[in-house]
């Protein structure tokens, strides 16, 4: 692989992260750097590799990248033990954001964020003017009775057919008919749980700032999690909000979760890439230089904080 | 103690790797090799080998991670993959930790693909390994892309509410042919024909080094090759080992991630 080189990193607090730089050879870096991190507990290069090949795919286009691990994750340190988990994964992609500036010059970024990852993307952007573009893959999902209805119907008229169906069926059972703990799931998994009408406010308002704000937001759900979709039935309510026309929408039918398949990675990759690609092309035509993380007034400081567990494992 | 993340080997082909010092290390110390698997086994058995390589380095042993080219950190594309590429970086990799513990005995800890490449690496003579920890070998290459298969199979059945019953077809179908991808892994074709010619015959241990196997108990067809390594008088050691990893998983509550027996297990393995 001739297109990009490849610095391993140690950064942040206490140098306690471990990332990997990738820069493009072939030409010059784009003004626009993407951030990728983990989703779950997979470490820094993602579920199935996805986040080196979607590294090396942006290299080869121009666009330099971090992937690293949050606190805690993968190779890094816990050395933040301070502040709760949504605080300390925006210092964490705030640090990155510094080391690519101090390393490359680069002060503008497109955060990559996935699963459980896109509640501390969305948090890192509200936070820091510096991040032009958010990515948010199998994120924050609100859908409306219809929605939920067609989902569940789908399911029910599978299932008898469906190979899995008895270890599933199983699985439930134990769950809730003999109170086995062992088959129970733990409660918000990497993250903590919140009511579904705090988050579905959080992310409403917090989306409204962004594009005001003129952040690209592109908004990705797989198939596999939201079985399906008529425009925009994750987002519910929040869809008919004036900000939605400004979201890049799309329902990934043949992509799974964790992009079991070459195709959805593939699917995955062609949609993030050029997407990444057309950002970095608009951000670097229309704000050449953004002014850098200043500091908020109270009310916007306390409006912008953080949504602690905002994302629910579904 | 900081772990050191850094690329070495050969600048046509790097490898990522990330050291672990030894705490308070004396020469003549034991220095490990961690050999990891294939494909999703060895991004599942990232944050286990992690823990094991602190733990080991807090009890003085030197401990160097690695990933192969085309898999984890390293360069390449996966399709670059293949056994002979993957031998030669373990003996870089071996050489990268000689010269960061120098006086050190060097240990392989190899796990499923990683510990049958650790096999291959140490016939060759270039690197001197003291001894090698085989955790449950993929002895039958048409077998191990079998199970890939059918892992790679039950994945899709278990995401997908209706699910591509194409994979499931082509399994029952052809259910020895060599996949081209499991798992969100890609077999390139030079890869896919060495694990077809992969047998047990064509991994003789040699007399350089001991070798300890980790194997679940009913692995007959493990126990049947170890059996046969020491009819020919190789220093090599069997012991039946159960632990909750699932090798193929996706992180999920409730599956162990590092199982603490599988962490003594492997420490220990270093010694006994």
């Known amino acids: 692989m001739n297109d990009a080189t490849q610095n391993p990193v140690r950064f942040g607090a206490g140098n306690s992260l471990v990332g990997m730089v990738t820069m493009p050879t072939q030409q010059v870096a784009a003004p626009v750097a993407c951030l990728m991190f983990n989703m779950g507990a997979n470490h820094r290069v993602g579920p199935r590799r996805i986040n080196v090949k979607l590294a090396h795919a942006l290299a080869a286009h121009g666009m330099a990248s971090l992937r690293f691990d949050l606190g805690g994750v993968g190779d890094s340190d816990a050395f933040d033990s301070a502040h709760d988990l949504q605080t300390r994964s925006v210092h964490d992609l705030q640090a990155a954001m510094d080391l690519l500036e101090s390393m490359l010059g680069i002060r503008q970024f497109v955060i990559v964020g996935m699963c459980s990852g896109v509640e501390h993307a969305v948090s890192a952007a509200a936070a820091d003017t510096r991040v032009v573009a958010l990515s948010l893959f199998d994120g924050f999902a609100f859908p409306e009775r219809r929605a939920r209805w067609e989902r569940t119907l789908r399911r029910a008229l599978a299932a008898p057919a469906h190979p899995s169906f008895p270890g599933k069926a199983k699985r439930w059972l134990l769950r809730h008919l003999t109170g086995n703990p062992s088959a129970k799931p733990l409660p918000g998994f990497l993250t903590e749980k919140q009511p579904p009408e705090i988050r579905a406010a959080w992310f409403g308002a917090t989306m409204k700032r962004l594009v005001e704000r003129k952040v690209a937001l592109q908004l990705l759900y797989s198939g596999s999690l939201h079985v399906c979709d008529r425009g925009l039935d994750q987002l519910g309510a929040l869809g008919r909000e004036p900000f939605a026309k400004a979201l890049q929408y799309q329902f990934m039918r043949n992509v799974d979760h964790t992009f079991c398949t070459a195709e959805g990675q593939l699917r995955y990759m062609q949609t993030v890439g050029d997407w990444a690609m057309a950002c970095a092309r608009s951000a670097s035509a229309e704000r050449p230089s953004p002014s850098p993380c200043t500091s908020p007034s109270p009310a916007t400081a306390a409006a912008e904080r953080p949504l602690r567990g905002a994302y629910a494992s579904q | ?272």
């Open chain 2, 1 to 272: 103690m900081t772990a050191h993340p850094f690329m070495f080997g050969p600048a046509s082909r790097q490898i990522f790797g990330i050291f672990h010092a030894a705490k308070d290390a004396q020469p003549g110390d034991t220095a490990v090799l961690v050999c990891p698997p294939f494909g999703q086994e060895g991004l599942r058995t990232h944050r286990l080998f992690k823990v094991l390589a602190e733990r080991l380095a807090r009890a003085g042993v030197a401990t160097l991670r690695f990933d192969f080219h085309g898999s984890g950190d390293s360069p390449g594309d996966e399709t670059d993959g293949e056994l002979d590429g993957w031998r030669r970086d373990l003996c870089s990799a071996h050489e990268e930790l000689r010269r960061r513990a120098p006086a050190s005995r060097i240990v392989w800890v190899g796990a499923r693909l990683g510990a049958t490449i650790a096999v291959l690496a140490a016939r060759n003579g270039r690197c001197d390994p003291a001894r090698l920890v085989l955790w449950e070998p993929v002895i039958d290459g048409r077998r191990y892309a079998r199970s890939l298969r059918e892992q790679h199979v039950a994945a899709i059945d278990t995401t997908f509410c209706i699910p591509d019953l194409a994979w499931r077809r082509s399994l029952a179908r052809e259910p020895d042919a060599m996949p081209e991808e499991a798992l969100g892994t890609l077999l390139s074709p030079k890869l896919r024909s060495q694990l077809g010619a992969l047998v047990a015959e064509s991994l003789p241990l040699t007399a350089l080094h001991d070798t300890l196997v980790l194997t679940p108990p009913g692995d007959e067809h493990t126990a049947q090759w170890a059996a046969e390594q020491q009819s020919r008088h190789m220093p090599v050691r069997l012991a039946y080992f159960q632990h909750r990893l699932d090798w193929t998983s996706d992180p999920y509550p409730n599956s162990a991630m590092v199982p603490a027996g599988a962490l003594n297990r492997l420490q220990g393995a270093l010694y006994e």
